[in-house]
């Protein structure tokens, strides 16, 4: 009652204090978070292998019981369920709610990225089980790379678009993720002739197991110190079709080296038939997803991301379009409007 007092018995201090509440609200209105979804923490995620062929029984002996045996190693996750299927298993974690979100999140998922990394060795070889986190932030903005000129979708042509466009929005304040669906993983088609490899003395098994120990991208060993597990791989890998064309197969006579061009003719193209593949207005096209951090100006960040996308557009020849297929913003600014109706009505 006292400070009321006070404020009805200096009117000037009453309205001083009454345009500053106003300036604070409107200054404070230009820099608080807007965003459409809420933050949540990533406390649930999945690990997902293949192994073709093997059935439910396989699956949980060879798969299953080391991955799992792996995992409970790492005291803040909770529950951990599987599921078994023909040639497919999925593993679904949850962290304790003991564990506090932010840093302390992230640095248990490292582990499980860890734990997934020493199990590749008790694992059948050739199995990658692959860690999926559902949460995080959600879509800020879906672009489309369509195809408008003559002939077939050059889909390669289209994906290399795309992931230049992914690495440019990536790069801009406030952006979190990014990722390119639909895009044409190039493969190296070796195309064996079968009658110099039958000249030669060779079998399609041989030409396999050759090829197969020159990936680089295998674990060659693994340390084992002060109770950490580290997997040793070369550094260099193959990089263009003359390195893959200079492979060494077999030698002859003690100097004369039969070389995998040599046997087989060596071409590069999309991956037939393709993982995924997305449609546009019918057509197939590369999307790209872009997922804005928490805790910023949602409306302010798309119009930075747009900015962006006209400028690179602008830079495409006429067969290549690029066309926004959602924006949050759009739903927030909606949403905006309908509340100030509402507060408007009710005053």
């Known amino acids: ?27 404070s ?60 298993s999925t593993t679904v974690m949850e962290i304790k709610d003991e564990v506090s979100p932010g840093p302390s999140i992230e640095q248990v998922w490292s582990q499980v990225q860890d734990k997934l990394d020493q199990s590749s060795f008790l694992l059948p070889p050739g199995i990658k089980p692959q860690l999926l986190k559902s949460s995080g932030p959600p879509t800020t903005l879906l672009y489309a790379l369509s195809w408008n000129g003559a002939g077939d979708v050059p889909l390669i042509l289209l994906s290399r678009v795309a992931e230049d466009l992914r690495q440019t929005l990536a790069f801009i304040g406030g952006s979190d993720r990014s990722f390119v669906f639909g895009g044409a993983d190039e493969e190296v088609l070796v195309e064996i002739d079968n009658s110099k490899l039958s000249a030669l003395g060779l079998s399609f098994q041989e030409i396999s197991q050759v090829l197969s120990s020159l990936d680089s991208n295998k674990p060659i060993g693994q340390i084992s110190q002060g109770g950490q597990e580290l997997l040793i791989k070369s550094k260099e890998n193959l990089t263009s079709l003359d390195q893959v064309f200079n492979l060494p197969i077999k030698v002859m006579n003690e100097f004369e080296i039969i070389r995998l ?37 949602v409306d302010l960040y798309v119009d930075s991301i747009s900015s962006a996308v006209e400028t690179f557009k602008s830079e495409l020849p006429a067969e290549i379009s690029i066309d926004k297929v959602y924006d949050e913003s759009y739903y927030f600014k909606e949403n905006s409007i309908i509340y100030i109706q509402a507060l408007s009505l009710q005053l």
């Open 261 to 297: 061009g040599d046997i087989a003719t060596i071409s590069k193209s999309p991956r037939d038939p393709p993982e995924e593949l997305t449609l546009y207005n019918g057509k197939p096209a590369v999307l790209i997803e872009i997922r804005g951090a928490f805790n910023q100006r």
């Open 1 to 27: 009652m006292y400070f009321l007092n006070v404020l009805f018995d200096r009117p000037r201090i009453f309205v001083l204090l009454l345009v500053f509440i106003f300036l604070s609200g409107i200054f």
């Open 29 to 88: 209105l230009n820099t608080v978070s807007r965003q459409e979804n809420p933050e949540l923490a990533e406390r649930w995620a999945s690990i997902q292998t293949i192994y073709p062929g093997a059935s439910p029984l396989r699956m949980e002996t060879q798969v299953l019981e080391p991955l799992e045996a792996k995992l409970r190693e790492i005291y803040e996750l909770g529950e951990i369920i599987s599921f078994a299927q023909q040639g497919f």
